[in-house]
């Protein structure tokens, strides 16, 4: 986040005076900024819910991605005036508060964790906090997890494929909404596509259902199992299993896998080939 950013959070505040004391947040800001006073900070870190109201603001124009993104999350003024404080101290002196705002993080209630978590990539070099993230894939709490997981380009953006591929998949086993998965072609991997097919394989043997959109990483990889898997699918009596591996095997390019998508359903590889058929689209 740069300086321009962090003013830019601080203009919204400015935008609800009338839920927020910034005036005693600045005056904070200035003491902790100048005397590097770690006392002071927690001290302000703890005090922000009596001075910021738990109340969604106003976007008018999300056409900034940040204003999109603060809007997609709803993002209410607590949550921002702790996102504000946080990248405003690391942004005065990272080598000395990153570590403070990582200790701040550690004894979090779930609340703020989830806060963190979410707005995470707003914070300047976050990339330093990955460890956090990192951890909230191992919780059962759902709403931790999906803080980190559901529209946050973080893990895209910062997590290692392990990490990702962990993410994916408990998602599926979570039975969480994959759409919401930001970055999921890009991070795409052969590993993942492996995985994936057993545990589709693991499921269709207990004779349980999965989520279709499961298979959205899988294109670039579709060689032995995964071709028969997408035979199966494309010969389950599911139009939305139909669909995506319609998409897979489109946009893997293969001969073999177009083949396929064309003998067994010549209409859905016409509304691949015309740009009818999406992700967004595969549902009934």
Same mark, same amino acid.
């Given at each position: ?16 005076? *009338? ?26 870190? !703890?005090?922000?819910? @009596?001075? !910021? $109201?738990?109340?969604? &603001?106003?976007?008018?124009?999300? %056409? ?7 809007? %997609? ?6 949550? =921002? ?6 990248? /405003?101290?690391?942004? /005065?002196? &990272? ?23 979410? &707005?995470?990539? =707003? ?6 906090? @990955? *460890? $956090? ?12 997890? *999906? ?13 290692? *494929? ?21 970055? $999921? ?22 004779? %349980? ?8 990483? $899988? ?43 064309? @003998? ?21």
């Amino acid at each position: 986040m740069t300086q321009s950013q962090t003013n830019f959070l601080r203009k919204l505040l400015e935008d609800n005076p *009338e839920l927020t004391d910034l005036a005693w947040i600045d005056n904070n800001l200035d003491h902790i900024i100048n005397q590097k006073d770690t006392q002071k900070f927690y001290l302000t870190y !703890s005090l922000m819910a @009596s001075k !910021s $109201v738990e109340k969604k &603001f106003l976007i008018e124009d999300a %056409r900034a991605s940040e204003l999109e993104y603060l809007d %997609r999350h709803q993002a209410d003024v607590l949550q =921002l005036s702790r996102v504000y404080l946080l990248a /405003s101290v690391l942004e /005065s002196d &990272f080598d000395f508060f990153g570590p403070k705002v990582a200790q701040i993080i550690q004894v979090a209630d779930g609340g703020e964790l989830i806060t963190f978590l979410k &707005f995470l990539v =707003l914070l300047p070099r976050s990339d330093y906090f @990955s *460890e $956090v993230a990192v951890e909230a894939l191992r919780t059962n709490i759902t709403p931790v997890f *999906e803080a980190i997981t559901m529209n946050n380009p973080y893990p895209s953006l910062h997590f290692n *494929e392990q990490q990702w591929n962990q993410m994916y998949l408990k998602a599926a086993f979570m039975q969480l909404d994959l759409s919401q998965i930001i970055g $999921v072609e890009e991070r795409a991997n052969a590993e993942l596509a492996r995985i994936i097919s057993d545990y589709a394989h693991e499921r269709w043997a207990a004779s %349980r259902d999965i989520d279709p959109m499961i298979w959205r990483p $899988v294109s670039g990889y579709l060689k032995n199992d995964l071709m028969a898997d997408m035979q199966q699918l494309l010969k389950s009596d599911k139009s939305s299993e139909n669909r995506a591996a319609a998409l897979c095997c489109f946009h893997s390019e293969l001969k073999d896998a177009l083949e396929l998508l064309k @003998s067994v359903s010549p209409d859905l590889y016409s509304l691949a080939e015309n740009n009818e058929l999406n992700w967004n689209e595969i549902y009934d």
